[in-house]
């Protein structure tokens, strides 16, 4: 792993703030992991992607993004415009590749609704189409993790831990390092 591979950006799109609680909480988790390794913990970055520049994405070799979705399986408001620069077609089918970026989405939703995190599952398969890689050689990069509000609170906390966990092996802050 090379200096900069140790680095986690945390992106999040949420509508009413559930999105942003639980990009925080890996944001928390992982800093506090990376203080018992005694690594410096602000190489986790979290930000919403209403104030993120979709430009710089291939720069950022790990991406952690948390995406929730509105309306009638819509982007979050604030991501809205992040969504439309990730859909120009002049974007080359290697703009992730280049540089080797990997990326895990997981989706916030609700399965009462037919559009079922119609939102992160687009994202994530866009996403794939450009090139990423996944953080988590365990897992596909076109398919995002999906949470279900529905789920009782037992089966949402175990989909997340694994989704962190997958995140915090890859970056070598618990075992099972890649
Ligand atoms: N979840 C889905 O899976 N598909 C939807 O189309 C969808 N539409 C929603 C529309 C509204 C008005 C609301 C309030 C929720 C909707 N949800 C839908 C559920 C949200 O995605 C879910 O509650 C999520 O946790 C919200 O995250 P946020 O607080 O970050 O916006």
Redesign the pocket.
């Known amino acids: 792993m090379s200096a900069s591979d140790d680095t986690l950006l945390i992106l999040y799109g949420?509508?009413?703030?559930?999105?942003?609680a639980h990009a925080t909480r890996l944001a928390m988790a992982g800093r506090r992991l990376c203080r018992q390794a005694g690594r410096p913990a602000d190489r986790i970055s979290l930000r919403s992607l209403e104030h993120f520049d979709m430009d710089t994405l291939p720069a950022h070799p790990r991406v952690a993004i948390v995406m929730?979705?509105?309306?009638?399986?819509?982007f979050?408001v604030p991501s809205r415009a992040a969504w439309r620069r990730l859909l120009r077609a002049s974007l080359p089918r290697t703009w992730l590749a280049a540089r080797g970026t990997r990326i895990s989405v997981l989706g916030?939703?609700?399965?009462s609704?037919k559009?079922?995190?119609?939102a992160a599952k687009k994202l994530a398969r866009r996403l794939a189409q450009l090139g990423a890689r996944s953080i988590d050689p365990a897992t596909d990069v076109a398919s995002a993790t999906c949470l279900d509000?529905r789920a009782g609170d037992d089966e949402q906390e175990a989909t997340f831990d694994a989704w962190a966990l997958g995140i915090f092996k890859s970056m070598g802050l618990v075992p099972g390092t890649e």
């Open positions: 949420s509508q009413t703030g559930t999105a942003a929730a979705t509105t309306g009638a399986g819509e979050p916030l939703g609700d399965s609704y559009e079922f995190n119609f509000a």
